[in-house]
């Protein structure tokens, strides 16, 4: 029942930017972090940003300086702000989020995939 709904993906030309978005709905008990993965052509899908609940970031070194992940805890959503894109940036981006659910006193973990969206980045 848990969906993850990506939205911002599209074609840029390098040196542009994007914003994509996540928003989780369903019955998500706790969020405590959401993350931004990426798969390239012909390579393994790589994490490319997370953010906790408390908002803690971490970035790939690739992507550092250029990338910034914010979330809106309220509205369970989860953005990427994507600036001077590169043509190496392209990849189907996916969201991520890591939860908790309580039941009877014990704590379970788990986590939930969007379907993905696609970036391209081209002249």
């Known amino acids: 029942q848990v969906q993850l709904v990506e939205s911002g993906g599209g074609l840029v030309q390098p040196g542009e930017s994007l914003r994509l978005s996540c928003a989780a709905s369903?019955?998500?008990?706790?969020?405590?972090?959401m993350s931004w993965y990426r798969q390239a052509p012909g390579k393994q899908r790589e994490l490319v940003a997370t953010?906790?609940?408390?908002?803690?970031?971490n970035y790939a070194e690739l992507v550092k300086g250029r990338f910034a992940i914010s979330r809106d805890n309220a509205k369970n959503t989860v953005s990427l702000q994507m600036n001077s894109l590169k043509p190496e940036d392209t990849a189907v981006y996916y969201c991520h989020v890591d939860g908790v659910r309580t039941v009877s006193g014990s704590t379970y973990e788990m986590d939930y995939w969007g379907k993905g969206t696609l970036v391209t980045v081209s002249s």
């Open positions: 369903g019955r998500i008990f706790s969020i405590y972090r």
């Open positions: 953010i906790t609940n408390g908002g803690a970031a």
